[in-house]
């Protein structure tokens, strides 16, 4: 795994392999990989509601007790669910990527890559948020 634990060329063929039977790429390969983007949808959905939640509760406290700390996690906040916005836009490939398992595997599989990267910033900006907003509910200054 690369950075931010995303996946590699590596893991396209070890999943090309898995699913090829006579050197055909079967279609369960394009299944595996479509369950795979439902998990990150699910995880980026997750995610807006997690943040959604700590804005309000920082937007709440911050009314009654104005803290900079709670100004930033709010800010990290917003970063964090604007990261994964992307994730929920449709979008169509080139329709030869979808003329065969093999060349749809390929389409899916670049989704995934540069999807994975924006999931992994979103949980390690939702990590940032909980850390500031626990310091600035318990009263730290900046």
Known sequence: ???FMQPSDDHLKNI??????NGIVCEEAVDYL??????QISKSVGLLAYNALFLAAFS????????????????WALFAATLVMP????????????????ADVKAI????????????????????????????????KI
């Open 34 to 39: 479509y369950r795979i983007l439902d998990r």
């Open 16 to 21: 090309i392999g898995r699913f090829t039977k």
């Open 109 to 140: 599989f670049k989704t995934l890559k540069w999807r994975t990267r924006y999931v992994n910033l979103s949980v390690f900006a939702s990590f940032v948020t909980s850390i500031l907003g626990a310091l600035g509910m318990l009263g730290w």
């Open 1 to 3: 795994m690369s950075k």
């Open 60 to 75: 709440s406290a911050a009314s009654k007790t104005p803290n900079h700390i709670l100004l930033v996690a709010r800010i």
């Open 87 to 102: 994730l929920l836009r449709l979008k169509w490939e080139k329709a030869t990527d979808y003329s065969s398992a093999a």
